[in-house]
């Protein structure tokens, strides 16, 4: 079996925020969209680094739509 790949979405590269947390990344956490897989967003952290010491530091993660709030740009 073959994993699916993230596939590109009408929101792909949009600025976004976690609403709650999430795979050890606190509520507030920025990022952008990177696309979809397995029914859920790609959210790629601004800063993969800062997590919860119990989790690991990851590029992207697979976040509920539920979970996550698309920044608007203003100006």
Request: proline share 11%.
């Amino acid at each position: 079996m073959v994993p699916s790949s993230p596939t590109t979405t009408p929101l792909a590269y949009a600025t976004a925020v976690l609403t709650r947390g999430c795979d050890g990344y606190p509520a507030g956490t920025t990022g952008m969209i990177a696309g979809a897989a397995q029914g859920c967003l790609v959210f790629a952290p601004d800063d993969p680094g800062r997590v919860a010491r119990w989790a690991r530091p990851r590029a992207t993660l697979l976040v509920p739509a539920a979970l996550v709030a698309l920044q608007v740009a203003t100006g």
